[in-house]
């Protein structure tokens, strides 16, 4: 565990386990120095603690470097609820869970992320004032698309030297709430979609509104496409998936697309051009932020500055390309720069 967190600098590692509630829970605080950490909370199965410890270390991470490039007034932290496996109650569960978000004093704010949604956001509202994301905050899904739209068209420009998605084919894979969002828009500008997702519902209605094409979770890696863009969980671009890519671009919504960091440098090598997941899905946290900075909410402010996230991927790839590095690299240098020098574009 503590090897974990001098490897990701993560400097707080709390966790709450309440028989009462059936709440396993962990929050890793990585950065508070331009503000509160925020985070999601993520609630699904974990096979045991150690791979729990493991992801909500690295997603705090990679929220602290989202929030930095992003020019946000926060820090970076997450939080992992180990989802029970058999009967629970949501209402108790998520109620604790708001008590030790309440018992951190403000250091960690949480929101929504796999497998929670504003409903779980409202139960812990009642036990502490650290949330968004709430039904009455409204759900940040649509900007975190807007800005992955923004990232798949800065880098189809860098990477095919195209103005415009007309014709540009694309692989979805996963049709969440971000996603299918995102197909929207990609849909709307004209690109050709293939998709995927284990919700057979959402695949009819892809099919029937976007005109789009439905393969097998393990066929959407080897399609025939520009982009693939992971929306699901994490770790698919590994060993065995990237053999297969004939797209060019990896830019999707999910967080930890790449199962080792190494894989940054082997799309380098086989010419594929990598948005960093951080980077490209900053349009949720981008929103979130201005909910709760103190200024009155602006959509207008929070879109220009969702809209930004194109020429920070293009700062990206132009640099990566110069130095000859890969873009994973770069974009976490970027980050730590800002970090180290306690200023970002929200100071």
Known sequence: MFELLDQYQVK?????????????????????????????????????????????ISLA???????????????????????????????????????????LGGQYITA???????????IIQGATSFVTSTSEAGNPSAYTAKGVFEGIKAAVKFKLGKDDLTGIKV??????????????????????????????????KAAAELNATVVGLDEIYSQDVDVFSPCALGASIDDNTIPQLKAVIIAGCANNQLAEARHDQILL??????APDYVINAGGIINVALEIYPEPYCADSATKLVENIYHTLMNVFETAAAQNMPTGLIADQMARDIIAKGHNNSN
Not at 13 to 36: C, E
Not at 177 to 200: F, M, P, R, W
Not at 269 to 274: A, D, R, S, T
């Open 171 to 204: 692989a979805v894979q996963g049709l969440g709430s971000v996603g299918y969002s995102l197909c929207e828009k990609l849909h709307n500008a004209g690109a050709e979609l293939i998709v995927t997702d284990i919700n057979q519902v959402a695949l009819d």
């Open 112 to 122: 929504i992320d796999s497998g929670t949604t504003a409903n779980e956001m409202d």
């Open 269 to 274: 090598e086989k010419g594929i051009l990598y």
């Open 61 to 103: 991470r990679g929220m602290s470097y989202k929030a930095a490039l992003a020019g946000v007034p926060q820090g970076g932290g997450k939080a992992v609820i180990m989802k029970p496996r058999g009967e629970f109650d949501p209402h108790k569960l998520f109620t604790e869970f708001g008590r030790f978000v309440e018992s």
């Open 12 to 56: 707080e590692l709390h966790v709450r386990d309440d028989a009462g509630s059936g709440l396993k829970a962990f929050i890793a605080i990585h950065n508070t120095q331009f503000g509160p950490a925020l985070g999601g909370c993520r609630f699904i199965e974990y096979d045991n603690e150690t791979q729990a410890i493991q992801d909500v």
